[in-house]
């Protein structure tokens, strides 16, 4: 589930982002195409949007919402098998898990929450910030590049952490779905009932 969700949010790149008053609309693409054109920086535009008070906010473009999908996707098929192959190496060796692979599992969890921070980070909190006073209005494709960042970072996390013990899968499972279930109504009150 963590590796489709990496892909959504690399699909997600080439469709509608933000909207304008005018109608038109821009992907993450079109603003990488249109930064890259202009010399700019391709992963990040600093000065994308502007709020009430004269503060610039940094916005995402395409091409680094695809390097984050890809790194929610092949950091999921790397640490998920891995930490299952650890598991049962070690398990059946000692009985417990030793200190060094807690730290391994740390780490793969901070790698994991870090790709996701790279998708969500820079296009949620600047479109929140400032985007009314410049004007932009949500488009869907933003929205499916939030929730598969998402919804993959948690698949992913949980695949790691369920690795080492596998009763506690019921428990994630259950927290994550009614997450998960609780963004896609919000989500949909917003674009159905406000938007």
């Known amino acids: 589930m963590a590796v489709i969700c990496g892909v959504a949010v690399?699909?997600?790149?080439?469709?509608?982002?933000?909207?304008?008053?005018?109608?038109?609309?821009?992907?993450?693409?079109?603003?990488?195409?249109?930064?890259?054109?202009?010399?700019g920086g391709t992963l990040l535009v600093?000065?994308?949007?502007?709020?009430?008070?004269?503060?610039?906010?940094?916005?995402?473009?395409?091409?680094?919402?695809?390097?984050?999908?890809?790194?929610?996707a092949v950091l999921t098929v790397v640490f998920v098998p891995w930490s299952v192959w650890l598991r049962g190496r070690h398990l059946t060796v000692a009985r417990r898990r030793p200190v060094s692979l807690a730290l391994i599992t740390v780490v793969q969890t901070?790698?994991?929450?870090?790709?996701?921070?790279?998708?969500?980070?820079?296009?949620?909190?600047?479109?929140?910030?400032?985007?009314?006073?410049?004007?932009?209005?949500?488009?869907?494709?933003?929205?499916?590049?939030?929730?598969?960042?998402?919804?993959?970072m948690g698949c992913s996390l949980s695949g790691v952490y369920t690795a080492w013990d596998t009763s506690k899968r019921p428990l994630v499972n259950v927290l994550l779905f009614s997450t998960f279930g609780a963004l896609g109504v919000v989500a949909a009150v917003y674009f159905l009932v406000i938007g």
């Open 10 to 39: 690399m699909v997600a790149s080439f469709l509608p982002w933000l909207g304008a008053a005018t109608g038109e609309t821009l992907s993450g693409w079109d603003i990488f195409v249109l930064q890259r054109d202009t010399g």
């Open 46 to 72: 600093l000065d994308f949007f502007t709020d009430s008070d004269g503060r610039s906010y940094a916005f995402l473009t395409g091409l680094g919402a695809l390097v984050g999908g890809l790194g929610i």
């Open 110 to 152: 901070l790698l994991l929450a870090g790709a996701g921070a790279i998708v969500i980070v820079p296009t949620a909190y600047p479109f929140f910030a400032a985007a009314d006073a410049s004007g932009a209005t949500l488009e869907f494709g933003l929205v499916v590049v939030w929730a598969a960042a998402i919804v993959g």
